[in-house]
């Protein structure tokens, strides 16, 4: 069996190479290695985040939600007036043929 032209002999190289290069899955669940796993370094250090008040984080989040449904009204918008005009468009050239 000579599998074409070694394609597929080629790809099956490349796939155990591959699943050579991935860590082990046992390392990162018998402890809390989960998150250096790729890292060269420690890894200890995570990142901090600001505290802020319930209500300025509610306000945030409603100022977000309102920019993205204004943001998919404008987008609307735009795609059903390229919608009408391909329509119309459409409707002219079927006319035009006839």
Known sequence: MSYGAGHIMDMISRVKQNRKLRPSNRSKFKENNRQSIYSTENGHEKPIFKKIAP?????IKAHIQ???????????????????????ALI???????
């Open 66 to 88: 309102f920019k993205a449904k204004r943001q998919r009204k404008k987008e609307r918008l735009i795609y059903g007036l390229f919608y009408i005009c391909f329509a119309l």
């Open 55 to 59: 209500e300025k984080l509610q306000r």
């Open 92 to 98: 002219r050239l079927l006319v035009w043929l006839h």
